[in-house]
């Protein structure tokens, strides 16, 4: 979009954000007793909250401008948690991920597609260089590693041979060709020259000819001018005007990093600017305030003060310490309770001890009263009123059309590099005024002497006899190992041990499938069927994608450090997990029997363990993935010494998770296909949310708008005729599952088929009697599930 749009498109949902704002004031603030209203009223929040990051994701997708790029993030970020924070709220209210949503659809006129979670752009797209060269790393040393297969080289027939040759023989006489008739012209060309040379020309004629060739160099420098604006005004290039050849190649990516460059000159050029004008007046006036701190402190207590270490903050803690007046009352308080503590310890000695009272009868508790329900406090309101009051302050009024370069603010800048420019001379003044104190110690006040030096040292020597270091274990010495080696020694070792896998690149949006709308009806009447397939894409990303993306999010939103993925083979989860990776950029670590082996016993785990968590919080997002997760809580005997080490993990998952912490954007993700065979205690715990994946139902299978037969034949090459019913499919697939039926497509739609396609179409029986041969899901199975 053009800048002006996206300026427009911002305006308007900053717009409908204030609205939103205002209306929680008035009634989430409020307490209410009906569950049915309360419902009502998030589900509205959600689903207005949900339009409204779509639209600041469309914004800010197309923005050129930083700090405009910065402010719509920031209102993203906190439109992200706020629909988290009220997700939560819902679902502790009915005590189920899934709600219905059609009535509060139908109230807002809106489409089921409406509550589908939008991903926002800037996801990979602000990392992208980074991860393509993770990729790219990554692959090599699989590739060295000798775990990639590498393509194999075909030999030719004797047919395809002969077409290569024809072809390389057509282009060298046709390149032959060229030569020769440039030849020609050429020779042509000076021919006519010379003729022309001999007619003598008018003055008129020459004056024509130098305004032709004079009008047409001037015509060319103005189309380049002009060419030179629009890609700049495209984003195309970002300042100086770049060769004509050069300015079709730029990427986007390209843009972002110059466009990123440039601004951190710009910040840098700043900073020494509003150092060097305002610099020494902020240095006189911070020693000011410590020097009158130093006076008024000897001035009241007697003595100058300890200067702060660098530690607690230097000089900034000594001035937002409390005024030296308080200090001296605050001292004067604590001799007087000391002493009035004293005389009633020498009162207590001199006096009888008393006969001990009576037990008085218990307190009659005071009856709970009720309130009803309460939204509870947020940490993203405040953030989005934040950034409201500052987008009408900076941003409300401004002027975007002449705005045409899409240039830095420099008063923007300056306010933000005021903070640093004076923590830098804050550090300065700190090193001046600490020698200057000691000075005047030494001087006036004596108090650093040759006795005070050594009851310093005895007292240093004391402090470190009694700290003791700790003896070195096996443990231990694991974790000093793992403490020397560097992150790119760890992350080849896990990716040599298929500890460190490659992502597939699958969106969420390929995990297609319809809402059910019988499954709403039932919902509504208080039943709590399997979630559709939007369901489950929806609770994917708000547990997974929406908290890996963003930083801001992931510390400030409800917490979700693990999921379980819980279905029948072949519904997609192992796709689910790959889409987590692919849309947030994530690192995929996979834990199973076979790669945990060679870290055999407890302390081969927990350095297995440490390294996956030391390499995923240095290149965060990062999911580890543990497939089959209900082999390691199994109710029965362990087969072998792999399955038996992989049992070990048990104990040592809810230590793992109790070492995430907020800032670590790590998630651990199960999928598990017979979860009922493991033990439930400790196999919920482990997992905070269950997501259970259903089968595709009929409308996914055969729908208006698409089929999943459909989809997989047109992928793998097929042609629909009339002798193909996919409605027949579509009805005798009932029961299998998306893995079935794309087994059963790949089945059928060989390179043989796929060659015999002209003069033989495809036929609905050969597709069936391929999927005769799998058994279904069984509705044992599936009520076992639910």
């Not at 089968?695 to 729908?703: A, I, Q, S």
Request: proline share 5%; hydrophobic share 40%; with cysteine.
């Amino acid at each position: 979009f053009p800048t002006s749009t996206c300026c427009q498109i911002w305006a308007d949902t900053q717009r409908e954000l204030d609205a939103m704002l205002q209306r929680e004031r008035e009634e989430f603030l409020q307490p209410q007793e009906d569950p049915e209203q309360v419902m009502k009223m998030l589900a509205t929040a959600y689903v207005q909250y949900l339009a409204i990051l779509r639209k600041l994701d469309e914004a800010h997708a197309p923005l050129i401008h930083q700090q405009k790029r910065a402010a719509v993030r920031a209102a993203l970020d906190g439109v992200m948690g706020r629909i988290l924070e009220i997700k939560g709220e819902m679902v502790a209210l009915e005590k189920s991920e899934c709600h219905s949503m059609a009535d509060i659809l139908l109230e807002l006129q809106r489409v089921p597609e409406d509550i589908e979670i939008p991903i926002p752009k800037y996801f990979i797209k602000e990392n992208l260089g980074i991860l393509q060269y993770r990729e790219k790393y990554l692959h090599e040393i699989l590739l060295n590693a000798g775990l990639l297969e590498q393509e194999v080289v075909t030999a030719m027939t004797l047919a395809e041979a002969v077409r290569v040759i024809q072809v390389a023989e057509r282009a060298r006489q046709g390149r032959a060709r060229a030569a020769f008739m440039r030849r020609i012209y050429l020779e042509e060309k000076r021919q006519s020259r010379k003729q022309e040379e001999k007619v003598t020309k008018s003055p008129d004629d020459a004056a024509t000819c130098i305004q032709k060739v004079w009008r047409g160099h001037r015509q060319r420098k103005e189309t380049e001018r002009l060419r030179e604006e629009e890609m700049i005004f495209l984003g195309m290039v970002s300042g100086a005007s770049l060769p004509p050849e050069l300015e079709v190649m730029i990427s986007l990516q390209k843009v972002n990093v110059l466009e990123g460059v440039a601004q951190e000159r710009a910040n840098y050029s700043f900073r020494h600017e509003l150092k060097a004008a305002e610099g020494p007046h902020i240095k006189e006036t911070f020693q000011g305030e410590i020097t009158q701190c130093f006076l008024e402190c000897r001035h009241i207590t007697g003595r100058f003060p300890d200067y702060p270490p660098a530690k607690a903050g230097g000089s900034k803690a000594l001035i937002s310490e409390k005024h030296p007046q308080e200090i001296a009352e605050d001292l004067a308080a604590k001799k007087a309770k000391a002493e009035a503590e004293k005389n009633e310890k020498d009162k207590k000695v001199k006096e009888p001890k008393e006969p001990a009272p009576e037990k008085k009868p218990a307190k009659v508790e005071k009856e709970v009263v009720v309130e009803g329900w309460k939204m509870g406090p947020s940490n993203f309101l405040l953030m989005l009123e934040e950034g409201s009051s500052q987008y009408q302050v900076f941003w409300e009024n401004r002027d975007n059309k002449s705005d045409f370069l899409q240039d830095h603010d420099p008063e923007l800048i300056k306010a933000g590099e005021r903070q640093e420019v004076e923590e830098e001379i804050r550090v300065q003044v700190d090193e001046v005024m600490e020698e200057k104190l000691l000075r005047v110690k030494e001087v006036v006040d004596a108090e650093i002497g040759p006795g005070q030096v050594k009851e310093v040292k005895e007292k240093e020597k004391k402090g470190k006899k009694r700290h003791r270091k700790p003896r070195k274990g096996g443990h231990e010495n694991l974790m000093m190992s793992l403490a020397c080696r560097s992150i790119d020694s760890l992350f080849q070792q896990l990716a040599e041990e298929r500890l460190l896998i490659q992502v597939k690149n699958v969106n969420l949006s390929d995990y297609m499938g319809y809402n059910d709308c019988v499954r709403s009806l039932l919902r509504e009447t208080g039943a709590m069927p399997m979630p559709t397939i939007p369901e489950v894409r929806q609770l994917v990303a708000l547990y997974g994608i929406l908290p890996l993306g963003s930083q801001t999010v992931h510390e400030n939103a409800p917490l979700v450090k693990s999921l379980l993925l819980a279905g029948p083979a072949g519904v997609g989860k192992k796709m689910l997990v790959h889409a987590i990776c692919t849309e947030t950029g994530a690192n995929l670590f996979s834990l199973t029997p076979s790669n945990t082996v060679k870290y055999s016993g407890k302390e081969g785990l927990i350095m297995m363990l440490h390294m996956i968590l030391k390499v995923g919080k240095e290149l965060q997002p990062s999911v580890v993935w543990i497939g089959d997760a209900e082999r390691i809580y199994s109710k029965g005997a362990t087969k072998g010494e792999a399955e038996s080490n992989f049992k070990r993990l048990a104990r040592l998952l809810p230590q793992f998770l109790r070492a995430l912490k907020p800032k670590d954007r790590v998630l651990l993700v199960g999928t598990t296909r017979r979860p009922f065979d493991a033990n439930p205690g400790p196999f919920c715990k482990v997992y905070q949310k269950i997501i259970v994946v259903p089968k595709p139902d009929y409308l996914t299978r055969f729908g208006k708008c698409f089929t999943l037969w459909k989809h997989y034949i047109l992928q793998c090459g097929g042609t629909l005729t009339k002798l193909l019913n996919l409605n027949c499919l579509a009805h005798l697939s009932d029961g299998f599952t998306q893995g079935h039926v794309v087994e059963v497509v790949h089945t059928v739609l060989t390179e043989l088929r796929l060659l015999q396609m002209a003069r033989k179409p495809l036929r609905t029986a050969e597709f069936v009697t391929s999927l005769a041969r799998h058994d279904p899901v069984y509705n044992e199975e599936e009520e076992a599930f639910q």
